[in-house]
Structures are given as C-alpha cells and as structure tokens.
C-alpha cells in the first residue's frame, strides 16, 4: 500500500476531499520527523512508537579495498508496533 492509497481510502471512508487528507497526513508524518529529529518519541496508543535507537560503535569491512574500518555510534529512527498491532497481525495474516 502506498501513501496514495492511504489518501485515496480514508478519502472515501470519510468524504472528504483527497487534498486535505493528503495534507493532513504530509502534516502528521512532518511532525513525527521533526519530533524524533529534535530528539523526542513519538507514542500512538494502540498503533505504535516511532522511536530513536542508538546503534554502537561497530568495526566493518571495506571488502572492495580489503581493508577494515571504524562505524561510530549513531541514532536511527525505528517503529515499535504495539502489542495489539502485532497480534492482530499474527492472527489474521497467512505465513507465506
């Protein structure tokens, strides 16, 4: 699914016009950016998190120059779905 369909289904579920739900949703994603880029989480109550991880410091491997380099620690944004998300999921969607 795609953000266009997104729009295009809560346009049709409410009646609204797909420019305002495309607007109020290129808001919300903008807010929940600027929120974990300022360094702050983000916590929906029965959908999820979208949280800032901390990933360690690492050495890695330049395996074109066959040389070894050094990885410093750095943030990642991350999504947490909540338990009643991932049991939701478990239950109605088929193993491929």
């Given at each position: 699914m795609t953000k266009a369909d997104i729009v295009a289904n809560i346009s049709e579920k409410l009646g609204m016009e797909k420019g305002d739900v495309q607007a109020t949703i290129e808001?919300?994603?903008d807010?929940?950016?600027n929120s974990l880029e300022s360094g702050d989480n983000v916590y929906l109550r029965g959908f999820g998190s979208f949280i800032i991880k901390t990933r360690a410091e690492k050495t890695g491997r330049n395996i074109s120059k066959n040389t070894t380099i050094k990885i410093p620690a750095?943030?990642?944004p991350a999504f947490k779905p909540a338990k009643v998300f991932v049991e939701g999921v478990k239950t109605n969607v088929e193993v491929k």
């Open positions: 808001t919300f994603m807010e929940v950016k750095h943030n990642i």
